[in-house]
């Protein structure tokens, strides 16, 4: 059974790919977690997992620097919100170079990829010709991703708050709750409403900002404080600052199974 790390300084984002990669590689054991460089290196060499996926700006050593630290001792991946440092990726001896979040149809090409470099036995590596060839195609499929369009998410969200209307950055935004006809919008200071549903946010807004954890409720990330049951069972998303707790249905309990 082949064994990875994860290396990520945000826990959600160390959650999200754990259950990903488990959608797409059942097979493959996640057995350990480290929240910057150094606890990665650290886990490499002391659990010497096959596979390492590595964030790159995460604080004291980055994994750039952690990447050069493990060298050949396990196949590293990038999983990054930044495409620019795709090149020194793969001069780094990457396997392979994500962007964040992680899609399950474009992580099951990294794991095509990294099976293939598994199952390569260890005295019949490939050329160096062939491992230029390869590298020069990852970056082709890399600069490919990078050149189309990308989506176009909300950025700002008109909103009323009795008879005035206010444009409100999504950033500020802790959480979209439906109200019967309406949406509540909350942020720290006030609640404004809008008429679009929250079904047509999820699809407008920034998938890895905003996180839907129940039909009618989509969640800032970086407002989630934690996650608790009630006595009923129910899982209960906290936000930060704030007494609120919302709801989190079954189908979407996955995005916080670590907690």
């Known amino acids: 059974m082949p064994t990875a790390i994860i290396a990520d300084d945000e826990r959600l984002m160390r959650d999200l790919l754990r259950t990903r990669l488990s959608q797409v590689w059942p097979e493959l054991e996640i057995v350990g977690e480290a929240k910057n460089g150094d ?11 096959d596979l390492t996926f590595l964030d790159i700006r995460m604080p004291g050593k980055t994994g750039m620097e952690a ?6 001792a396990s196949q590293v991946v990038f999983v990054t919100a930044y495409d620019q440092y795709a090149v020194e990726a793969f001069e780094r001896g990457a396997v392979d170079y994500v962007l964040k979040p992680p899609e399950p149809e474009r992580l099951r090409i990294t794991v095509e990829r990294l099976k293939e470099r598994l199952s390569t036995p ?8 062939n491992v230029s060839d390869t590298v020069t195609a990852m970056l082709s499929q890399l600069a490919e991703k990078i050149a189309a369009p990308k989506p176009k998410y909300l950025q700002w969200i008109q909103a009323s708050i009795g008879q005035d209307l ?12 439906s109200d019967e006809k309406y949406t509540c919008v909350q942020t720290e200071k006030f609640e404004a409403l809008i ?5 047509d946010l999820a699809d407008e807004l920034d998938p890895s900002l905003f ?8 969640v800032n990330v970086n407002a989630i404080e934690g996650v608790t049951r009630d006595i009923r069972g129910r899982h209960l998303v906290l936000i930060k600052g704030r007494p609120d707790k919302l709801e989190v249905s079954r189908s979407f309990l996955h995005l916080f199974k670590q907690m």
Do not use: C, N, Y
């Open 166 to 177: 206010r444009m409100i950055p999504v950033e500020e935004i802790l959480f979209f709750r």
């Open 211 to 218: 996180w839907q954890i129940h039909r009618a409720t989509l």
């Open 39 to 49: 606890e990665a290196v650290q886990l490499v060499s002391a659990l010497k997992p």
């Open 195 to 199: 008429r679009k549903p929250v079904r």
């Open 122 to 129: 260890a005295g019949q590596a490939t050329g160096s010709a």
């Open 67 to 72: 990447a050069r630290d493990i060298g050949d």
